[in-house]
């Protein structure tokens, strides 16, 4: 019987042995391998914190700003997190709305984002319009299409008027809110 596992089974041990030792070999040396295993993982390849970052339109003027307490992208699906996250928006370099948030979570290149936790928006009053703020949480953000909405409970209050209501879409390049359910509200109209 050993005649028979030296001339059968031992060749085959010993090719295991060593088909075994090449593939260790090749996790060890072959950095494609690493960069490969490193893709599949979600952990952040560079962090910023206390930034604030603007952004111009073609003439020059700006268009909006954007801080937060930090940012954390993430290689593998281009993602980015945001914490304590302000975004202002500018009309003819005149400050229009000011959005805070508690946590933002950006998609590749920005195509939707959403903004978690206690949510506020604020718009400056101006001449013609009054200082109106909105508070909910968990509203998805799409700039493609213009789009800013929740399904949460939401607060809205413009002057001494107050609306509560559940959900809520807003069209911004249209400048039209909707409230979609459950809407009540006290309206008080202001001189």
Not at 27 to 54: C, W
Request: glycine share 4%; hydrophobic share 40%; proline share 4%.
């Amino acid at each position: 019987m050993s005649a028979m596992f030296m001339q059968r089974i031992l060749p085959l041990l010993l090719l295991l042995l060593l088909v075994s030792l090449t593939w260790w070999v090749q996790q060890k040396v072959d950095p494609g391998t690493a960069q490969v295993q490193n893709l599949q993982r979600h952990d952040p390849d560079y962090i910023m914190e206390n930034f604030e970052a603007s952004s111009m339109d073609q003439q020059g003027k700006l268009q909006y700003q954007m801080s937060a307490r930090q940012m954390l992208h993430y290689p593998d699906d281009d993602s980015s997190e945001f914490e304590q996250i302000t975004g202002k928006l500018y009309s003819d370099d005149i400050q229009t709305w000011r959005v805070d948030a508690t946590r933002a979570l950006a998609s590749s290149q920005g195509k939707h984002i959403l903004l978690e936790g206690a949510v506020t928006a604020h718009r400056l009053p101006t001449a013609q319009q009054l200082e109106v703020t909105i508070q909910t949480s968990n509203v998805t953000v799409t700039p493609e299409s213009n789009l800013v909405e929740t399904s949460d409970p939401i607060t809205l209050t413009e002057g001494r008027s107050v609306i509560n209501a559940v959900g809520m879409r807003m069209h911004t390049k249209e400048k039209r809110l909707e409230l979609l359910a459950r809407i009540r509200g006290v309206y008080e109209n202001t001189p």
